[in-house]
């Protein structure tokens, strides 16, 4: 089956420590992207990366890092410096040429104690 | 001016009912409008996106109904079913620029059978 996968679906890490999220696709596409979700404020764009080894920072980057090292792979990794880390994480990838059309993994909801 | 305006944050709606979910834009640079569907603890998924150069855009029950002059775009569900209940958000993007879609906040919808 085609899709993308993230995990792990529930992720608790103590404050002060880094995590990182896992994002794999079989798609084949290019892009790949992060967001947070939070309860009334939609979705917020993290960072995004339209080829194997480049990124940009989206709207709310800061404390947060990431890699794509591979087509198939966008971990994030969320730093101690992410001020207010608990969220629903989501990853989402895009097709040459079809890039508003973003197909997203199940999430992963990170909760800092 | 990036930013997508979604009300009402929740909707009620019984069954055979419609459902209506509306959003405003700034930017008219945005080319592309598509509406998502999210289901609890999953990802959203595409449900049906519309261009500026049609008033319209029908798929089964769903509809979109876009106003360029008004910066305007409206969600319908007609016949609103319990299967429906979900958050819905509308985003936008300049299609060929960075990829980037703007979410709005969200609409959580229950429809009561």
Not at chain 1, 34 to 48: A, E, V
Not at chain 1, 77 to 102: H, I
Not at chain 2, 46 to 69: Q, W
Not at chain 2, 86 to 91: H, K, L, P, R, S
Request: glycine residues 8%; proline residues 6%; charged residues 20%.
């Amino acid at each position: 089956d085609g899709g993308i996968t993230q995990s792990p679906k529930y992720l608790f890490r103590k404050e002060g420590q880094n995590v990182t999220l896992s994002c794999e696709q079989n798609l084949n596409h290019d892009a790949m992207y992060w967001y947070r979700q939070d309860p009334g404020q939609g979705l917020r764009l993290i960072y995004y990366s339209q080829i194997v080894n480049d990124f940009q920072k989206g709207d709310i980057a800061e404390g947060y890092s990431v890699s794509r090292e591979k087509k198939e792979s966008f971990p994030l990794t969320v730093t101690s410096a992410q001020k207010n880390p608990t969220a629903f994480y989501l990853c989402a990838s895009s097709t040459p040429g079809r890039e508003d059309t973003q197909y997203f993994g199940p999430g992963t909801r990170l909760t800092v104690l | 001016q990036q930013q997508v305006k979604q009300s009402p944050q929740s909707l009620i709606v019984q069954k055979g009912g419609i459902s209506i979910i509306n959003c405003a834009y700034e930017n008219t640079a945005f080319d592309y409008f598509p509406w998502y569907q999210q289901f609890p603890g999953k990802g959203p998924a595409l449900l049906i996106a519309i261009r500026p150069d049609v008033s319209e855009k029908k798929e089964g029950r769903f509809t979109i109904s876009f106003n360029k002059s008004a910066k305007q775009f409206s969600l319908h569900i007609m016949d609103s079913q319990p299967g429906d209940s979900a958050t819905y958000f509308c985003a936008a993007s300049i299609r060929g620029a960075t990829n980037k879609l703007i979410f709005g906040t969200g609409t959580l919808l229950a429809v009561q059978p």
